[in-house]
Each structure stands twice: as C-alpha cells, then as structure tokens.
C-alpha cells in the first residue's frame, strides 16, 4: 500500500537501502566488526518506525516538510577535499596564531588533519575518523558507539550507526594535558545527506580543550545532517567542549549527542545553535563516577522559520554528582523552539545537586517557545532544582538605554547581548565569542 | 548660541490620570534650577515626560529644546541632542558591562554626525573613560561591571554621574538623585555634580528634599505642586521647606497631600 506521507502522520523516510551500507563497507574497506556493526545497526533501522508527532520525544517537532528526493541522497567520502571551501574563520586558530590540531571535512572528505607534534608524541591522537579506523582500529572498535551513544537510542541514531560517513576521533591518554585548544569542523556543501561522529575519549586524568564547529554552504536544495558526539570522561580528567553550529537555512539536523563521566571527572559543555531549517538535538549527560560534575550551557537564536528542538537529560547515576543545566534562546520572526529537559537521579545517586534553567525571549510576537522541565528523582538526599521562564524584552531597560542616544535597534541587540552574556562569557575563545556575537547583530539588525 | 530647554504648558497622564497640569519652565545652558515638590507632585512624571519615556502620555503642551520642538522624537534622539536625564532609578542591565554600553552611546553619537564613522577606537575611548572616571574619583573597575548590576544606590548615581561626564549635555535632569544615598554618598555624588557645572550645562534638579541643595546650590527654585509650578523664585524659597515643610504650600494652595 502506497499512502502520501503528507497525509499521514508518520513521515517518509529516506531513500537509502542496504547497498548504501555495503557501498560505504567496501569503498573504506572496512574491517569486519565494523562491517558487522553497521548491518546490524540497518536492520534495527529498518525495523524501526520514522518518530513523528505522536512520540512523545517529537511532538512538537514535524520535520514532514523535508524533501529527502534532495536531502536523503548519500554523501560518501569522495577522495580528499580542498579546505579553502570552508571560510576560513572556522578552522583558523582559535588562541592567537596557534592551535593544538585540526581536523576539517567538506562533505564527508578530509579537507586537513593536523596535529602538533609534542601532542602526537605525548600518545594523543586527533584525526578523521576514517582514518582511526584504519590506525587505531582497537581504540575505535572499543569506543565507538558502545558506551556513549548507541543504535538503539532512536530511529536517527541506528541511521547514523548504519550509514556514518565521517567524523572525528580525539583520544587523550591518561594523565596527559594538551595545553592548547584542538578544533574541527564539518562543512557541507552539497545538497544530500551527510552522516557525522565526534567521538571524544579522555583516559584518567586527561585534561583538553576542544571546539568543534558546524556550518555549511547555502544552496536551493535541502541537504541533511544526522550526526553523533559521544564524549567519555574518564576517572578525575576534564573536557572543555564547545560546539558551534552555524548551518545554513536549508539544512536539516537530527543528532544524538551523549557524555559519560567517570569518578571525579568534570566535562564543560557549552553549544550554540544559529543556523539551520530545523535541528533536533538529544544531548545527555549521564554522571557515573562519584564526585563526578558537568554543566551544559546551550544557546539558540532562531529568526525567520527556524525550528530549533532540543532535548537535554541529566543522568545522576553516583553519589555526590553535580550538574548544572542553562540553556538560552531568542526568537525572532516566526522562529519556535523547543527545550525539553529532565534529571534523572538513580536511588543510589545520594547527595546529588542537579539544576536545570531554560530562559527564553520571544523578539516578536509570532515567535514560540516551549519549554518543559522535568525531575525524576528515587534518592531522598538530593537538591534539585529548576526554572522556565518565557518572556519579551522589556521596555525599561529599553528606555533607559536609548535616553543615552542609542537606537532602539541598537538598544535591543544590547539587551540580547546582555541575555546571552552568562552564556557566552563560558565560551573560552575571545575570536569565538566575536564571531558568535556579529552573527546575532546580523540576526538582529536584519543583514 | 546658547541652548534651552522650554516647558510650555505641559500635561501628561499616567495610567489614564492627569499628574502634570500645565507645566511652564525654562532652563538654559549654565543655569542651575532646583524643582521641588512633595509625594504625588508629579517631580518624576515631569522627569520621564521631558526624555520621552513611552509609559506616560503627553496630552498637552510643548517641549522645546534648543529650539526644536521634541514631543514627537524617540529617547535616543532627544539624547543625541543634548539632553540628559540621571534617572533615580537606574535600570540593572546584567550582562552588559558599563564601558561596553557606553562605547555604544559614544558611537550612536558619533554616526548620527556622520553615518560612516567607524566607531571611537579602544585606546581613545580607554582614555576617555580613564580621564572622567579620576576626575569624577570613581574606582576603574566599575568600567568592567555589568551596568547597575549590584550596584550599591551610591554606585548607581555615581554612575548615572560618569555617563552625564561622558555624554556631556547641554541639558540635564537629575531626577532625586539624592534619594536613598547616605550623607557621604550623596556629598561625593553631588561634588561630582558641580565638576560638570559649567556655562555650556543647564541643570534641573528635581528633589524632595533640601539636603541636596546644600551641595548643588541652584540660582533658581521651583514648588511643584499637583501638577503646577506654583511658586518660583531664588535659593530663599527652600527657607520655608527647612522649617515647616510643604504644610503652608498646601493650605495656601487649598490642596490635599497625598498618601504615598
């Protein structure tokens, strides 16, 4: 039976097969487990239903309007690509003239993959995740969809699991500190689907700064990322992770995001979300180890038809765990997002200290937030706490602004700036922060 | 040439009630005016209505600055013009630190002159900021506090103060600026006041109390009162307050204090 998707509440779903599997298999001659791995994601794929509106997890996100003749084409790795494609501002150092590494796609080709060598001598590895695979298969095989993410976490994750087309390995030995940032980036530029994995692995007492950022060229057609990030934290290290996606308008993103944190382990996760059609993100903390603590910063800017849905969960699954959720967004236009968060504390995670704030401000009255906390809590000694609030700008601070002779346009961007400030000032890169901050004046002003 | 400001029969309501009923006065540049008036006069009504603060309605009367009639212009133009008000109670902006929000009016200032214009750069304004705050012995690190964000009252004023310096108006409104300050904050605000005094300043000082007037000594004062300017005259007026307080403008005046 052949029923139009638009009648349907279930959406369509891509045109891939598992000659796509086999195809990515055999032009990266990939080994056996690997292989193995990814059939076994498709079938699980295939038996799994398109989510749509009636899942809880998607009820307020309808993705139908994807055209995936354009969008579900695959995007294989092709060779080696130029990285003068991407602007430079998002693969240029990020600390002055220097960086710890870099590693950059166009599509799913490397464009760069570099490393310092005092780094690669100490046993770090940063490179494309092809290429990890090829070298450091055992690490890979270990990690890779195992621990953090995993197929079975939803329709768009066993995709991803099936079919994934590039990514990033960074693997930070124990007890070892890399003194200065790494960074990557991923860069569409073709209409299709584009499959990425950060895959990020610090051993005991490991301590790194990393920033990966996502952005894409803007064309007619659609074009579709479903990613992965898995980040693992092991026992006492600390992860600095920042993670910018400036898409452009055509582009639609599903993506599965999860960190683990081991025994006193502290991961800082901050992401910014500007760009894209829609974007639907599940990112989870999950806190393992006693003593261990991560905060999440997020910061969204929807303006025209975005649609920006993400869906955070903070696992307290040890004693003594902190974590600390704030998430920010402004919406201008007809924009709408979507915040759905909830900490989970596990009957043993005794003295555990959860927050989670989502703050939003409407900057036109089409705009819509929602925005849905939520508790789960089974251990009786525990502080958990959360806020939503919605609102607009005020006219006082507005007033008060402009008698000092700024416009009022000027004046608005000023009280934005100011909303996103505890957000931003979390951002460790001053050249990141600039960036971040024109793209809100362009957002803003109208450019 | 020099500037002025002129209130020339001004009404205004708030929330649909009448509080200024015809209010006349005129300030120029290099005078000093002390606006007096107990609770309910209308002082900060007047305050707002003069910098265009949209939550009161105007429903009569002119407002002419430096020749311009200014009723219908936006808060910022009547700023870029020359026109000041040190509000008693500054807005907390968290998130935007002192210096960046003014480097932001330097700049709305300097592109209104010329729409090219790149900006004042870091070093001048470093300096410029330096050079006010010393003069006027406020600590350098409020520059990089987020603007009235747990500022003690003292602090806020002061600030209120540095902006004025910055900003240099031809006109400026001191709405109560001595309320809720202690004596000593209050005597470093107001010597920060007279600094700035100057025959290219015109200021009215709108207040409650004489105290401040100690300070920032007036050539001329006026009693506001339900909404009128009902007597005006020169420093000697504020002798009647000293002792008796607004009790014989009100039996004179046939009028009823109100609660607040």
């Not at chain 1, 940063?126 to 195992?146: C, P, S």
């Not at chain 1, 081991?262 to 006693?290: P, S």
């Not at chain 1, 303006?303 to 765990?321: E, R």
Request: aromatic letters at 8%; one cysteine or more; charged letters at 25%.
């Amino acid at each position: 039976m052949t029923v139009s998707a638009a009648r349907t509440r279930t959406p369509a779903a891509p045109e891939l097969a598992l000659a796509d599997v086999e195809g990515l298999i055999k032009l990266n001659n990939e080994p056996r487990w690997l292989a193995e791995r990814r059939r076994a994601a498709w079938e699980l794929y295939e038996a799994l239903p398109m989510p749509s509106t009636s899942d809880e997890a998607w009820r307020r996100t309808d993705y139908r309007r994807i055209r995936w003749a354009q969008a579900g084409s695959l995007l294989r790795p092709d060779g080696a690509a130029d990285l003068k494609v991407i602007p430079a501002e998002h693969y240029a150092p990020l600390l002055g003239d220097r960086q710890g590494g870099l590693v950059a796609c166009v599509d799913s080709s490397v464009a760069a993959r570099e490393l310092d060598a005092a780094l690669a001598a100490k046993g770090v590895i940063f490179t494309d995740l092809n290429t990890a695979v090829r070298e450091h298969g055992d690490l890979v095989e270990k990690f890779l969809m195992t621990q953090a993410v995993k197929p079975e976490d939803g329709k768009f994750a066993a995709l991803h699991a099936a079919l994934w087309t590039h990514g990033v390995f960074l693997y930070v030995p124990r007890g070892v500190t890399v003194e200065l940032p790494l960074h990557s980036v991923f860069y569409p530029v073709s209409a299709g689907m584009s499959l990425g994995h950060i895959l990020v692995v610090l051993e005991d007492g490991a301590d790194v700064t990393y920033m990966h950022e996502y952005a894409s060229l803007d064309r007619e057609e659609q074009a579709a990322y479903v990613g992965a990030t898995e980040i693992l934290v092991g026992e006492g290290a600390r992860l600095r992770y920042v993670a910018l996606q400036n898409w452009a308008g055509n582009l639609y993103e599903f993506s599965h995001q999860r960190a683990r944190v081991q025994r006193d382990g502290a991961l800082d996760w901050v992401i910014g979300a500007m760009g894209g059609k829609l974007v639907k993100t599940f990112m989870e903390l999950d806190l393992d180890g006693q003593g261990s603590s991560g905060r999440m910063s997020g910061l969204y800017f929807a303006d025209g038809s975005q649609h920006m849905d993400h869906d955070t969960q903070q696992n307290h699954n040890a004693p003594n765990t902190t974590s600390d959720l704030l998430f920010k967004g402004a919406l201008l236009d007809k924009a709408r997002s979507v915040w759905q968060g909830m900490i989970y504390v596990d009957p043993v995670a005794q003295k555990t200290d959860g927050f989670q704030a989502n703050r939003n401000l409407l900057l036109s009255s089409e705009a819509r937030a929602d925005s849905i906390p939520g508790l789960e809590i089974k251990a009786d000694d525990v502080r958990c706490t959360h806020a939503a609030t919605i609102s607009k700008l005020d006219e006082e601070p507005l007033f008060y602004l402009m008698s000092r002779g700024i416009p009022r346009r000027e004046a608005e961007k000023l009280a934005v700036d100011g909303f996103f400030g505890p957000i931003m000032e979390r951002i460790p890169f001053e050249g990141v922060r600039e960036r971040l901050q024109a793209s809100i004046e362009a957002k803003l002003l109208g450019d | 040439m020099v500037a002025a400001l002129e209130i020339r029969n001004l009404h205004a309501n708030v929330e649909g009630s009448p509080i200024l009923k015809g209010v006349n006065l005129t300030i120029k540049q290099g005078e000093t005016h002390a606006l007096m008036g107990p609770n309910g006069s209308g002082k900060s009504t007047l305050a707002n209505v003069l910098m265009g603060n949209p939550a009161y309605e105007v429903t009569g009367g002119q407002i002419i600055f430096d020749g311009v009639d200014i009723l219908d212009l936006e808060p910022d133009v009547r700023s870029r013009l020359g026109l000041f008000l040190a509000f008693q109670y500054p807005v907390a902006i968290p998130g935007v630190t002192l210096a960046n929000f003014l480097r932001s009016a330097i700049n709305a200032r300097r592109r209104d002159q010329n729409p090219d214009d790149k900006g004042i750069s870091i070093p001048e304004f470093r300096r410029l900021l330096v050079d006010k705050m010393q003069y006027l012995e406020i600590s350098q690190d409020f520059a990089g506090r987020y603007l009235n964000d747990g500022f003690s009252g003292g602090e806020k004023k002061r600030a209120e103060i540095l902006q004025m310096a910055v900003l240099q108006p031809k006109i400026a409104v001191l709405d109560e600026t001595d309320s809720g300050l202690d004596i000593d904050a209050l005597r470093i605000v107001a010597s920060g006041v007279n600094r700035l005094v100057g025959p290219s300043l015109g200021v009215l000082v709108i207040t409650h109390y004489k105290r401040i007037l100690d300070y920032i000594q007036p050539q001329h004062v006026h009693i506001l009162m339900d909404g009128r300017i009902v007597e005006s005259g020169g420093p000697e007026l504020t002798d009647v307050l000293e002792t008796s307080g607004y009790k014989p403008f009100f039996e004179k005046y046939g009028l009823v204090p109100t609660e607040d």
